[in-house]
T-cell receptor, first 112, second 119 residues
Framework: DSGVTQTPKHLITATGQRVTLRCSPRSGDLSVYWYQQSLDQGLQFLIQYYNGEERAKGNILERFSAQQFPDLHSELNLSSLELGDSALYFC???????????FGPGTRLLVL | AQSVTQLGSHVSVSEGALVLLRCNYSSSVPPYLFWYVQYPNQGLQLLLKYTTGATLVKGINGFEAEFKKSETSFHLTKPSAHMSDAAEYFCAVSDLANAGGTSYGKLTFGQGTILTVHP
């Protein structure tokens, strides 16, 4: 158990819909990262938050957004969903002063 | 920009044989390098990491990797494969050149190598 939790574990929805994925980092970790894992793109960095502020952006679509709340949990919002958004979405957290990111179990999104 | 190349999307070995998973990286800053393992329907678990210091690093489950700057490589090895090692392995490089602070630290992953272990 990494200490990072993600909900829900599975999500099935339809094209055009909007979903929210939730992540709770390890206790005390201020940095949260979101990654997408798909068969065609592999594991890709989406976005990073540090103590409530956006720090870095990767290959994140404009239809996707994220935020980190005062209690440090983070949410990834995916809107106007397309079939190609079906993937496994991971959240990871990192403690300040340390190099390792600890990954949650992921949320598997299926868009039908 | 950073990149990682894992040679071989599938590697098959017999139980008890040497495991060698290859990883080459490209980085404009001193790299921090990681190997993660992903078992079916699970998240990524850290096997080992290189930041600074000793270039041969040991990880969990008997795995080790050697950082070779001249070859820009970070290959993962295990002397004797076990059935439980069957999984997908990812090499990753971080842009976190300095430990601490609010540096970005995003990971760039290789394409992954699926390890199959035969009895």
């Amino acid at each position: 158990d990494s200490g990072v939790t993600q909900t829900p574990k599975h999500l099935i929805t339809a094209t055009g819909q909007r979903v929210t994925l939730r992540c709770s980092p390890r206790s005390g970790d201020l940095s949260v990262y979101w990654y997408q894992q798909s068969l065609d793109q592999g594991l890709q960095f989406l976005i990073q938050y540090y103590n409530g502020e956006e720090r870095a952006k990767g290959n994140i679509l404009e239809r996707f957004s994220a935020q980190q709340f005062p209690d440090l949990h983070s949410e990834l919002n995916l809107s106007s969903l397309e079939l190609g958004d079906s993937a496994l979405y991971f959240c990871a957290s990192r403690a300040t002063g340390h190099e390792t990111q600890y990954f949650g179990p992921g949320t598997r999104l299926l868009v039908l | 920009a950073q990149s990682v190349t894992q040679l071989g999307s599938h590697v098959s070995v017999s139980e008890g044989a040497l495991v060698l998973l290859r990883c080459n990286y490209s980085s404009s800053v001193p790299p921090y390098l990681f190997w993660y393992v992903q078992y079916p329907n699970q998240g990524l678990q850290l096997l080992l990491k290189y930041t600074t210091g000793a270039t041969l690093v040991k990880g969990i489950n008997g795995f080790e990797a050697e950082f070779k700057k001249s070859e820009t490589s970070f290959h993962l090895t295990k002397p004797s494969a076990h059935m439980s090692d069957a999984a997908e392995y990812f090499c990753a490089v971080s842009d976190l050149a300095n430990a601490g602070g609010t540096s970005y630290g995003k990971l760039t992953f290789g394409q992954g190598t699926i390890l199959t272990v035969h009895p």
